[in-house]
């Protein structure tokens, strides 16, 4: 088992930047990719960043390209997700969940998931 604990959003001006985090405790050692999801009100949850646990590589959905970094302190069993000019359409709860197999991940497949932290943009 695998539990994910996130922190770190709040309310944040559009322009603005939040810095979520996601700690992993359990059986993180056979973790492929950890990624960030995020569901607005009304809408489906949508794929918004991954990294690769082992090798570092990561991927992000076209809307948060050049806005949001993803990144991970394997010492720390640590996920995080920088954004930057944060526009009102990221108000979303963010939330963070690992694959522990690249067949999983690549069928956008998680085994665990945080609880959620939510971020909310004013205009």
């Known amino acids: 088992q695998v539990q994910l604990v996130e922190s770190g959003g709040g309310v944040v001006q559009a322009g603005g930047s939040l810095r979520l985090s996601c700690v992993a405790s359990?059986?993180?050692?056979?973790?492929?990719?950890m990624s960030w999801l995020r569901q607005a009100p009304g809408k489906e949850r949508e794929f918004v960043a991954a990294v690769l646990w082992t090798d570092r590589r990561t991927y992000y959905a076209d809307s948060v390209k050049g806005r949001f970094t993803i990144s991970r302190d394997n010492a720390k069993n640590t996920v995080y997700l920088q954004m930057n000019s944060l526009k009102p359409e990221d108000t979303a709860v963010y939330t963070c969940a690992a694959s522990t197999t690249f067949s999983t991940w690549s069928l956008g497949h998680y085994d665990y998931w945080g609880q959620g932290t939510q971020v909310t943009v004013s205009s």
């Open positions: 359990g059986r993180t050692f056979n973790t492929y990719a």
